[in-house]
DNA sequence: ATTATAGGTGTATATTTGACACTAAGTTAC
DNA sequence: GTAACTTAGTGTCAAATATACACCTATAAT
């Protein structure tokens, strides 16, 4: 494929929340701001990019999502645009764009995202548009620049809204897992306690998972079994449509 | 208020979907470009318009909607931005973009709403983007011009997964209507049948119809007992998540 | 008076949910 | 080495929900 030259669009950007899960708690990439200028405390914020004139809009959440985590082919939706009049109204946030923006005053449309990522996968690396990027737990951020706040919350309910009717929880979890994992994984993402028979229940029942003949090793108690996940179970579920799931 | 001078932002649309139901089928209500350039069979369109640069996201599609159908106030929801860059690649598209953008080479990023009204309050008229407007069912749509048969369809998805979680479809009724008309909307929206008694078990258990003591009239059959909408029990009931409804 | 049409109603069965308690297998602390 | 600790793993019963299904009623048209 012939390259064309990439040409920024000054109005639309992308943004993106990486969800992340470490056997605990749901994490979520964010970047610091670098701020020299300015000796506030550093913000959070999301990260995102302007979009180049010559790539469609996922394929420029896909850029984001590969310069900052190395990672391709990972599980992305849209969540939506965001483009109040206000949401570049913070003194801070306008600052930091007067420093990294060739026409810092435009008004900038941005297309959220958010994505689904195994952790272990993941490389966290500076790039372009970030100094340095960090997994945060998502239940510990109260604040973020711009509307990156608003854009979270609103990734976090898609989200949970999304993980209840379809099992797309398996992109956050490693290649083997146990159900203890498993059954976390949804507890942090709901918030809420799941009771452990009926989540064994509901979840194998689905038969999109297959058990390994491993066992955990080093733990202080009784060695769960790993269990993988059956993709191609999963596809053709995905078709009928997960009719009796839900938690 | 004081109103700022209004700008285009030549850049980035909004495209409403905008539903009705006229007590059979589902409608969507479309737009005719006038293309008395081309000799072509005229192309059915979303109604839609550049944003301002002084207004919100949402205030433009409900400056759309209002433009087009005397209406305030309706229900609007944000579907999701489409941007592909083959998004105006068909000839027709381009060559009628000349006659009526000031910059119609720009790339342009349309964010989509969709918006459920009462036919029977809505006045349809021609406006600064649109010749005509008028009521299509959406299953004989086939194609539309730009990608918008691609955001009707994802209108349409939105819709039917909306309306089995929470009853907006409320919004598409007239003040009063019967139990059968408002099954029919279901049945139109979901494309199935239902069943009868089920249907009016589930609906009623909600306790956000109000029976009153009208009846139809005229009608060569048993008449029908007409309901209103309990707004003020919908809305309690729309705090705790309907949680066992469902269709 | 007959016919055609949609309204209105109840029950029985199968499926799903939700609540709940003990034993098993490992590590750690003593 | 044994007691304490931790999480894994398992089944049942009751309540709620979903599904399937048939007949009589009130009106207009003929």
Redesign the interface.
């Known amino acids: 494929m012939i390259k064309k030259k990439q040409q920024l669009?000054p109005?639309?950007s992308v943004d993106c929340v990486i969800f992340g899960f470490d056997s605990d708690r749901l994490k979520v990439l964010l970047i610091e701001r670098e701020d020299h200028s300015l000796n506030t405390e550093s913000t959070l914020a999301l990260p995102g990019d302007l979009?180049n004139?010559?790539?469609?809009?996922n394929e420029s959440a896909n850029r984001v999502l590969k310069e900052l985590t190395g990672l391709k082919n990972i599980y992305l939706k849209?969540?939506?645009?965001f483009?109040?009049?206000n949401r570049i109204s913070k003194k801070d946030d306008k600052a930091w764009l007067q420093t990294v923006r060739t026409n810092p005053e435009a008004?900038v449309?941005t297309?959220a995202y958010y994505s689904l990522v195994k952790i272990s996968d993941s490389n966290p690396k500076a790039s372009s548009f970030a100094t340095s990027a960090k997994w945060y737990n998502v239940e510990e951020i109260k604040a973020l620049a711009f509307d990156h706040y608003d854009i979270l919350r609103a990734a976090l309910s898609q989200l949970r809204n999304e993980i209840i009717h379809q099992p797309v929880g398996f992109n956050l979890m490693p290649k083997m897992f146990t159900l203890g994992q498993l059954q976390k994984m949804y507890e942090a993402i709901l918030n809420k306690k799941l009771d452990k028979r009926n989540f064994r229940r509901k979840i194998l029942k689905l038969n999109i998972l297959d058990a390994t003949q491993e066992k955990e090793t080093g733990v202080s108690h009784k060695p769960a079994q790993y269990f993988v996940f059956n993709k191609k179970n999963y596809n053709s579920l995905a078709d009928t449509g997960f009719n009796n799931f839900g938690f």
Do not use: K
Request: hydrophobic share 40%.
């Open positions: 669009n109005y639309i979009i004139n010559e790539e469609n809009l849209q969540i939506g645009a483009g109040d009049l008004r449309i297309i």
